[in-house]
Nanobody
Framework: QVQLVESGGGLVQAGDSLRLSCAAS????????MGWCRQVPGKEREFIAA????????YGTDGMKGRFTISRDNDKNTVDLQILSLNSEDTAVYYC?????????????WGQGTQVTVSS
């Protein structure tokens, strides 16, 4: 079992940057592809980015590239998501996931989410 806890969300201004963090316990994250998704009420969960087991490869959707950067520290058992130039469309609950495959949306373990609210 892997327990994931996200942090770093909150109320920010448009144009600000934010760093979300996901801390894991229970098992090492080295065995998992890690990723971030977000969800707005009434909409499906949206994939943002994923990172390979040792952090050598990252993957993100075209719409997310440039403003979203994922990183991981296996020694600290953490995964971070840096978000630049936040805008109102980034308002969502952000979730961290651990997956045995690159299909983060079908992640094996999920955190409870952290709310990010961007005010204009």
């Amino acid at each position: 079992q892997v327990q994931l806890v996200e942090s770093g969300g909150g109320l920010v201004q448009a144009g600000d940057s934010l760093r979300l963090s996901c801390a894991a316990s229970g098992r090492t994250l080295r065995s998992y592809v890690m990723g971030w998704c977000r969800q707005v009420p009434g909409k499906e969960r949206e994939f943002i980015a994923a990172i390979s087991y040792i952090g050598s490869t990252t993957y993100g959707t075209d719409g997310m590239k440039g403003r979203f950067t994922i990183s991981r520290d296996n020694d600290k058992n953490t995964v971070d998501l840096q978000i630049l130039s936040l805008n109102s469309e980034d308002t969502a609950v952000y979730y961290c996931a651990a997956s045995r495959s690159w299909s983060i949306i079908r992640g094996d373990y999920w955190g409870q989410g952290t709310q990010v609210t961007v005010s204009s």
